[in-house]
């Protein structure tokens, strides 16, 4: 799809990705890259704090920009959100509130915001639809969070109501690829288990503990294709975004449309290490929302799947974790 043509007439749109040193803006970055017509535009945490407002201020006024991919966040997996939800809720809200009101204070012409699933009530039904947002209470283990991400959407509505930006926000499943988070305590699901069989294997342990039940379905998406849905979903026209999006309900999920339990992806994990000893699971840890599958019709209508299987993804980030991540655990596997 190709882009409308930039404000700054003179030159290529000038796109900025706000996070692209993390898992998502690193894959946004690999992607708007094979877009000739765009200048991209990055700034690294000290380079650019984005929670000090003067700062964001600052750099809007100065850089022109044309668009922006709202990537930067405070991200954790469940144990990381239930012990720092003061960061989560303050980081977030920082971030996204500067990001957002500079780019309205600068003219910016669209703004993507990148939320999460966590956003729909716990026990919402599933698939869950956009328009399940605050349906019902959310999952405890992350609503600090959750309540953030859900402001970030009511944010960008709420500059489309009244000032008609065109601001616009997509909700990924769990992601998962390379840049990930491999840290036991801090990480999500996924990287914790690649690193954990990993490990097992070249330790030669008979064990792998998983946390909580096994029982928690989630849905996970290779960053690959969440990039590849954002450019997606920056590159519709107005009248296209806004065609499925109404004003009070204005966000996109992103997923596969499929789920697997924790068990099953702990099976295929193991698979592709090589583990041939046990998985135990520890009911002591938290299993956290028992489910998160995403209805994606609405990202399906405006012509976007996902192409990557879970299999594949998997293989593929494990061989990635190997390459650039298990010299940083030399202890563990020594
Ligand atoms: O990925 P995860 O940390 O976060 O955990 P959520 C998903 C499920 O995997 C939970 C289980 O049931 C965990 O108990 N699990 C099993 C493990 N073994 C492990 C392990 O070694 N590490 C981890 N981390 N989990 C997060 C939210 O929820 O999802 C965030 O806390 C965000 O706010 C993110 O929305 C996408 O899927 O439960």
Redesign the pocket.
Known sequence: MSLTSSPNAAGPCRVYVAGHLGMVGSALVRKLEMFREHSIITRSRQELDLTRQSEVESFFADEHIDRVYLAAAK????????EMPAD?IRENLQIQTHVIHAAFSAGVERLLFLG???IYPRLAQQPMLEDALMSGPL?P??EA??VA?IAGIKMCESYRHQYGCDFRSVM????YGPNDNFD?DS????P??LR?FYTAVATGSETV??????R?R?EFLHVDDMAAASVHTMNLTTAQYWSVATPRCSHINVGTGTDVS?AQ??GLISGISGFSGQIQ??PD?????PR?LLDISRLRALGWEAELSLEEGLAQTYAWMVQHEINTWADETA
Do not use: Q
């Open positions: 991200v954790g997996g469940i144990k990381a959100n239930m989560f999460s699933s966590c999952e283990s992350n969070y959750a991400k990924p499943t769990n992601l036991l990480g999500h699901v996924l914790a288990l954990k503990t998983v946390w909580g039940s096994g928690p989630r924790i992806l702990a699971f520890d840890m938290p299993d956290g929302t998160k």
